[in-house]
């Protein structure tokens, strides 16, 4: 009696143990800190890009897994994500050069496809949206100070994302996270009439997911 009693328990336990395995991997949170460099692209040749401006992006991250398949995550999250852009316009053979920063508060829309880990590494594509709405907007012309331009600002960013990438388990469910993301704006920067200015950037993914 003593055995089967002690055989019944270690059985649960194990399935108890396995079960609460698989249930971590349902669901895993993260964080990110991310370095980019952010551009954009003009309508107007007057109005164009005066090269890459650094930024930088971070926050939480969050991994749902999609039904029983271990391969097919939804992925999401609440992130901070600072970039900036540099102008030159064109006026009457004149450049006048300026540069701006946008702050925006983004939620990630992605599906994240999967390999089973190969030794300690999981490989990973991702494709989705990126949706952000601005919270602080400023720029300045060569050699001013910054002022804001919130009221010329475009409030949402809607851009198109595809990144790539790898996690590196070190610990249990505890992994590192490394990859490259690219994200092309559907959105104009400034609101107005003016200029339909669409801001893109590059970013190295760096993170740690539990």
């Given at each position: 009696m003593k055995k089967s009693t002690l055989a019944l328990a270690a059985t649960l336990l194990l399935a108890t143990n396995i079960y609460a395995q698989d249930e971590v991997k349902s669901f895993r949170l993260g964080l990110e800190l991310c370095p980019s460099m952010g551009w954009f692209k003009s309508d107007e040749k007057s109005f164009e890009s005066d090269g890459a401006k650094f930024g930088y992006r971070?926050?939480?991250?969050?991994?749902?897994?999609?039904?029983?398949?271990?391969?097919?995550?939804?992925?999401?999250?609440?992130?901070?994500?600072?970039?900036?852009?540099?102008?030159?316009?064109?006026?009457?053979?004149?450049?006048?050069?300026?540069?701006?920063?946008?702050?925006?508060?983004?939620?990630?829309?992605?599906?994240?496809?999967?390999?089973?880990?190969?030794?300690?590494?999981?490989?990973?594509?991702?494709?989705?949206?990126?949706?952000?709405?601005?919270?602080?907007?400023?720029?300045?012309?060569?050699?001013?100070?910054?002022?804001?331009?919130?009221?010329?600002?475009?409030?949402?960013?809607?851009?198109?994302?595809?990144?790539?990438?790898?996690?590196?388990?070190?610990s249990g469910s505890t992994s590192a996270l490394l990859g490259v993301k690219y994200s092309n704006g559907f959105t104009k920067i400034y609101d107005g009439d003016g200029p339909k200015a669409k801001l893109h950037y590059a970013e190295l993914t760096v993170g740690v997911l539990f």
């Open positions: 971070f926050g939480l991250l969050g991994d749902f897994r999609l039904g029983s398949n271990a391969n097919y995550f939804f992925s999401t999250g609440l992130f901070l994500n600072n970039l900036g852009v540099k102008t030159k316009t064109t006026i009457l053979d004149t450049v006048y050069k300026s540069e701006a920063k946008l702050q925006f508060v983004e939620l990630p829309i992605t599906i994240k496809l999967k390999t089973s880990e190969i030794g300690y590494m999981t490989y990973f594509g991702q494709i989705g949206f990126d949706t952000g709405i601005v919270v602080a907007a400023k720029a300045k012309p060569e050699g001013g100070e910054f002022e804001d331009i919130s009221d010329n600002t475009n409030i949402l960013r809607i851009a198109l994302v595809v990144g790539a990438g790898l996690e590196y388990n070190f």
